[in-house]
């Protein structure tokens, strides 16, 4: 818990704003060198027996609430009864009642110390809640900047957040440090012996690698135009629907009949949520993403968002360097349907443009106001039996 005591301190001072006597109380024990677990606890048991009602202001006993329940999550990690998942749903539930009474600072601080706690546990989880620290950071960050006072205890934020995150894509968080050293002091060394890929999930080529879909209440519906430039709709024969009342995590998805198992790059999330409103597929013909690993077959997932977001270039700035499907609307445009493509989105000389990942093919430049550009989430494959 040592190690996180700067940033619990950090997140007491944020959910004090009216400064409560209690959260003041519980900044000081965090204090205290060293700090006195069974004081904090009895302090954070205290907070927590406090009901909303007995306050003419509810969401300062939200906020004791919270900030005692993370300072016990931070005390029971100590102990054998700790549970990763009762902690990352007792998180998650912080962070949406944060998100719900406009809390900006808390929500990235619990984000950031629970993907922190959690990151061996559930990376996908982890990385998802790092990056929204991050963005919010970011934003606070900014906002202080602009108003002529920097904050420190920010950028120092940001910083963490951006280290978690490139740990977690750089796949080096298989083994807790604690883990490693236990179990370095208990067994003997081995030979190192190559791990065989695992039956039925097809080899990735670069720079693809394995990912996995979080499906939300998820269906797969067809679309009025069967093909469009590069990419081809899925057709009412080869959609499959799936309902789900609640969060499901697959590593397969069927279609038409055939077995697709999904794909993300290096960079991209390797665990992805799919919400119905939020979805796009479509079935890739031609070659132009080759040396993407994106071949003609593969699904391509992406998020649809909404049109005049979709065509305005100060979103386009999140998605520069990342794989995007291109909707042009005005210069492609037919009767029948309009141009989709699937390219790798580039800022160069003052212009946008759509790059592919074969060097027998063109780039495409972007007019912005007119085209459209959506988040590639994942590649789906076919699983070749």
Not at 107 to 127: K, N, Q, S, Y
Request: a negative charge; charged letters at 25%.
């Amino acid at each position: 818990m040592s190690r996180d005591l700067h940033l619990l301190s950090h997140l007491i001072q944020a959910l004090n704003e009216e400064a409560h006597p209690g959260l003041r109380r519980l900044n000081d024990l965090l204090s205290q060198s060293p700090s006195d677990p069974a004081e904090l606890r009895r302090l954070c048991q205290l907070l927590l027996s406090t009901p909303a009602s007995d306050s003419a202001r509810p969401g300062e006993i939200v906020r004791c609430h919270i900030g005692a329940r993370v300072v016990l999550i931070a005390l029971d990690r100590e102990e054998p009864w700790f549970s990763p998942p009762v902690a990352q749903r007792q998180l998650t539930d912080c962070c949406r009642a944060l998100r719900f009474h406009g809390l900006a600072l808390p929500e990235a601080l619990v984000a950031l110390l629970g993907a922190r706690w959690l990151r061996f546990h559930d990376p996908g989880w982890a990385l998802e809640m790092a990056r929204r620290a991050e963005r919010i950071l970011e934003d606070l960050g900014r906002s202080a900047k602009f108003q002529g006072r920097p904050h420190p205890d920010l950028q120092e934020a940001v910083r963490q957040a951006r280290q978690l995150i490139r740990e977690i894509l750089d796949g080096s968080l298989d083994t807790p440090p604690e883990e490693t050293s236990r179990v370095s002091e208990t067994l003997e060394p081995t030979p190192s012996v190559p791990t065989p890929q695992e039956e039925g999930i097809p080899a990735p080529g670069w720079p693809l690698r394995p990912a996995k879909l979080f499906l939300v209440s998820f269906t797969l519906l067809p679309d009025t135009h069967p093909r469009a430039g590069d990419l081809q709709f899925l057709d009412p024969q080869t959609t499959g629907r799936l309902f789900d009342e609640a969060e499901v995590l697959i590593e397969a998805l069927e279609v038409g009949g055939r077995i697709y198992h999904p794909y993300v790059e290096k960079d991209m999330e390797p665990i992805v949520p799919i919400r119905p409103e939020q979805a796009l597929v479509l079935r890739v013909q031609g070659d132009s993403m080759r040396n993407a690993g994106i071949e003609s077959g593969d699904l391509i997932l992406a998020q649809r968002v909404p049109g005049l977001q979709a065509r305005d270039p100060s979103f386009w700035v999140s998605l520069e360097g990342r794989l995007v499907l291109a909707v042009l609307l005005e210069r492609y445009q037919t009767e029948a349907h309009q141009a989709f493509l699937i390219k790798r989105l580039t800022y160069r000389d003052g212009r946008w443009w759509l790059c592919p990942e074969n060097p027998d093919f063109e780039e495409i430049a972007l007019d912005p106001g007119l085209h459209e550009l959506h988040p590639v989430l994942a590649i789906l494959k076919p699983v070749t039996l």
